[in-house]
């Protein structure tokens, strides 16, 4: 009988776990990937999930491994536009920390295991899950045969098509948006340096990244979703949207996506609770779902900690970490809808007086700090 089981080895579900063995509880992953992705997917930390990553003690090596992101600028027709500064912001974090999804995932792994070897279990599948009651139960396949595990709380942290929420009963209905993106990972071959670029064009929002090592991320809004795109074919979208020129030979990560939103209707069920996209998928677009997730889980911890140690009710405990969490992605989802929005298509003279008012905001103080919380998730 295990203090709580977190499904799922994302970092969500690792930095959830590593703040439960840091608590003091016996708490285990189970992951059914053998070994982590390689893919650089999620890149940005916000200030408010930053400050939540000191508590586990890794926000310092994050940020060593990082690109700090202090300015956004905007763009249009080969025009600068404005720039919004995050220095603007309140508290110490004044920018947005850029790094690739699999570094924080390596450091947050190899953080468990020098601390509490043995939490992460790899290559267990788990295949079935109910609240007993007074506990929760696992099934899982590992590669010695099926086993069960039992806990006192079971944490899902298994993505946006969590199994689990599904075995609970929970419901999470699904929204499209008419909005699709190609992504790539590109040898940085601007003058940009650390800043963050959106393009404002007719065709749809061109996004412009750094990532540490020379390397740029480019985030192209399209029509219709590409199932099998290119290096060719986005770099050929980027120069005829931007006029910058990307070489395709130095690729090193292509995706392609529709945009959706889940938000599940309860993150509690008896001894079941939903973090991260297993209880709200937002938009990636303003990068805040991994942020949201760890700020579940900074939220979560204490309260299993203090139900658990202390036999507070948990039940009354849980209602206010559900409450809480479920407004918070209702705010964030409402941001990626207006982000998306700000990035559509649109005719040449709409275009241009939508971008001279955006313009005009910026260099309005007040508003300037405004866009950069905004952009910020404060």
């Known amino acids: 009988m295990h203090d709580v089981i977190v499904v ?11 703040l439960l063995r840091q608590a003091g509880l016996d708490a285990v992953v189970v992951e059914r990937r053998t070994e982590r992705s390689s893919h650089s997917r999620a890149i940005g930390i916000h200030p408010p999930a930053l400050r939540a990553l000191e508590a586990g ?26 720039t919004v500064s995050f220095s603007t912001l309140p508290g110490g974090e004044k920018y947005v920390l850029a790094v690739p999804q699999a570094v924080t995932e390596e450091i947050l792994e190899r953080r468990l295991a020098e601390e509490f070897p043995g939490t992460v279990r790899r290559g267990v599948a788990v295949l079935t899950t109910r609240d007993a009651g007074d506990h929760a139960l696992a099934v899982v396949r590992t590669p010695d045969g ?83 795109p290119t290096a060719d074919d986005l770099t050929r979208l980027i120069g005829d949207r931007t006029g910058v020129a990307v070489d395709p030979r130095t690729n090193s990560m292509l995706s392609a996506f529709e945009v959706q939103s889940r938000l599940a209707e309860r993150f509690v069920a008896g001894r079941i609770v939903l973090v991260g996209d ?44 559900e409450k809480e969490r479920r407004a918070q992605a209702s705010l964030a ?45 404060q």
């Open 57 to 82: 003690g890794i926000a310092d090596e994050l940020r060593a491994r990082g690109v700090l992101i202090r300015d956004g600028v905007a763009r249009s027709g080969g025009r600068h536009l404005g």
């Open 8 to 18: 799922g080895g994302g970092p969500v579900g690792l930095y959830t776990a590593l």
């Open 146 to 228: 099926d086993a069960a595990l039992e806990a006192r709380l079971l944490v899902a942290a298994d993505g946006a098509r969590s199994a689990v929420r599904d075995d609970a009963g929970i419901r999470a209905p699904v929204r499209r948006y008419p909005d699709c993106y190609v992504m790539g990972d590109f040898r940085d071959s601007t003058d940009d340096g650390d800043d963050a670029v959106l393009y404002l064009e007719t065709g749809g929002i061109v996004e412009s990244f750094p990532l540490p090592g020379g390397i740029r991320r480019w985030v192209v809004r399209v029509d219709r979703l590409l199932e099998r």
């Open 278 to 321: 297993a209880a709200h998928e937002v938009s990636p677009i303003g990068g805040q779902g991994m942020n949201l997730g760890w700020l579940d889980a900074v939220r979560l911890v204490p309260i299993i900690g203090a139900s658990l140690r202390n036999g507070d009710d948990v039940a009354a405990r849980l209602a206010s970490y």
């Open 333 to 377: 989802r409402r941001k990626a809808h207006l982000n998306m929005a700000l990035g559509r298509p649109l005719p040449a003279p709409l275009l241009r007086s939508r971008n001279a008012v955006l313009a005009a905001l910026i260099r309005n103080g007040t508003v300037h700090g405004g866009v950069a919380r905004a952009f910020t998730m």
